[in-house]
């Protein structure tokens, strides 16, 4: 049984213009889809094609003989994460019970929104910046290439994709720029 595509949770054309049909068409169809088709390549016949995604990667996790199987399978979980943290008209603020929390580890909500774009902001070449919690405190945290916080015990709210593929065609070299957007427009509370 292998893993497939899952469906995206609004059109390809949704998010403009903050993310254009062109980006997420490419992302969704065939970044995303590389990463599920190689993943099912690399399981074919082993003792990881009847696992479930979270157990593949935290079965992978630091294993460098295991490392394409781990990256594939991090990154179809991290994507499907990401599309579901975005809608269409998203941004503002979250909901009481999460503002609440925000503001009680960050201080404020607009010391949140600063820590999580320079964590954004400064991720060195490719990867991801999250917002998670661990404990019942919330933290924003950076991973690099396919890293997961799933594999490191902490609890995903949120997350914005910093590869360049992500805001390439939009935003060419300002990630900034796609971070404000992101915060401002798409990040689904
Ligand atoms: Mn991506």
Request: include cysteine; aromatic fraction near 16%; glycine fraction near 6%.
């Amino acid at each position: 049984m292998a893993f497939e595509l899952p469906a995206l949770p609004y059109q390809t054309n949704a998010l403009e213009p903050y993310m254009s049909e062109k980006t997420l068409g490419f992302h969704y169809g065939k970044h995303h889809k590389a990463y599920v088709d190689n993943l099912n390549k690399f399981i074919e016949n082993t003792v990881f094609a009847k696992m479930p995604l979270e157990q593949i990667i935290s079965e992978t996790f630091g294993k460098p003989e295991y490392t394409p199987i781990f990256n594939n399978a991090a990154q179809t979980w991290n994507h499907t994460f990401f599309w579901n943290s975005m809608k269409p008209a998203g941004g503002g603020l979250p909901c009481d019970e999460l503002l609440r929390k925000i503001e009680r580890d960050f201080g404020s909500f607009d010391k949140f929104r600063e820590e999580f774009k320079n964590a954004a902001a400064s991720q060195f070449g490719s990867g991801w910046a999250w917002l998670v919690e661990k404990d019942d405190k919330l933290s924003v945290l950076k991973t690099s290439n396919a890293d997961t916080p799933i594999a490191h015990g902490l609890k995903p709210i949120v997350v914005i994709d910093v590869w360049e593929h992500a805001y390439y065609l939009d935003y060419q070299n300002l990630r900034a720029n796609f971070i404000d957007a992101y915060l401002g427009h798409l990040v689904k509370w």
